[in-house]
């Protein structure tokens, strides 16, 4: 066999990087060990794989058509190293999860699963809905439970479990009024406090709202929910969040569950691998705990 599972890894590291310097550092090896490798790479399948703009290597069409087959390959190997080199060591898995999903459930998860497979690791990556797909395709963890649509190409999306969205507001806000429901009027003309461009929680709240009040005039975006249901409990503004993360100021009397003359309003959670990822024995264990966690929560 003329291909390499080095060369393969020295690859992946110039696609990731740039640069063949730059990959040498990533891989350990020197700048010309990693150059000779990328060229017999490159004479063995009789294409280049890379066009040069100015200092940089940028993958060609060549090179996208090998990406996904050469980290599939790469996986592969470590799925082997982790089965057969070390069997006795507990396994170490990479989750990804969008913010809302990592702050109020994704402890709780895995601590139950802890309990259950004693001998675990699990490294958790929490960011927002769009980093956390990337950060599944590439190859940076092994699966990711999300809060929006997944846009992405070469990634099985599976739904997960549904979640409850909620208008709320401080008990002081003018909209509060009597008490009576709320028109979609007055839900037009308040100010919203809304997640950050890219969120799961921002597209969620937007495809859910937008088809009954026609637009959503933000009055200050924030990186994460919790940031939000405090301003919007010190009466900055009204605000649609997951029920599961403002249930405790609601039970505190910081924030009221506004009546409004909004359906339910419902979105689904999914759970997202790579096509082109090996799913090994823990990591299969891992996603169907996930899918067994998420039954048990669901009402009914």
């Given at each position: ?7 393969l890894?020295?690859f ?45 290597l ?40 969008s ?29 927002n ?9 590439n190859?940076e963890v ?42 979609l ?24 709202l ?13 990186g ?14 009204i ?11 609601i ?10 003359a909004?359906p ?9 691998v ?20 998420a039954?048990?929560q669901?009402?009914?």
């Amino acid at each position: 066999m003329k291909i390499s599972l080095r060369q393969l890894q020295i690859f992946l590291a110039v696609a990731q990087s740039g640069s063949t310097t730059a990959a040498a550092a990533l891989v350990a090896l020197s700048q010309s060990a990693a150059s000779a490798a990328l060229n017999e790479l490159e004479h063995s399948l009789g294409v280049q794989l890379f066009d040069r703009v100015g200092k940089r290597l940028v993958l060609n069409d060549s090179g996208r058509r090998l990406l996904p087959q050469a980290r599939h390959m790469l996986d592969l190997a470590q799925t082997i190293e982790r089965q057969f080199v070390d069997p006795h060591a507990g396994s170490e898995l990479h989750i990804g999860a969008s913010t809302t999903i990592g702050s109020y459930m994704l402890p709780a998860m895995v601590a139950a699963y802890r309990q259950t497979h004693a001998g675990a690791r699990v490294r958790a990556l929490v960011a927002n809905t769009a980093d956390i797909v990337a950060a599944v395709v590439n190859f940076e963890v092994d699966a990711a439970l999300i809060e929006g649509p997944c846009h992405a190409d070469d990634v099985d999306v599976e739904p997960w479990m549904t979640d409850e969205l909620i208008v709320v507001a401080a008990p002081g806000h003018p909209i509060v009024g009597d008490g009576r429901k709320i028109g979609l009027k007055q839900l037009r003309q308040a100010e919203w406090l809304l997640r950050e461009a890219g969120s799961g929680t921002r597209e969620a709240v937007e495809h859910a709202l937008i088809p009954y009040l026609h637009h959503l005039p933000s009055s200050f975006e924030f990186g994460n929910s919790e940031a939000i249901k405090r301003a919007t409990a010190e009466g900055l503004g009204i605000s649609c969040l997951s029920r599961a993360v403002v249930q405790d100021l609601i039970e505190a009397g910081k924030l009221l569950e506004l009546a409004t003359a909004l359906p339910t309003l419902r979105r689904h959670f999914y759970m997202v691998v790579s096509r082109h990822r090996a799913a090994s024995p823990s990591l299969a264990a891992l996603l169907a705990f996930c899918r067994d966690w998420a039954r048990l929560q669901q009402p009914g």
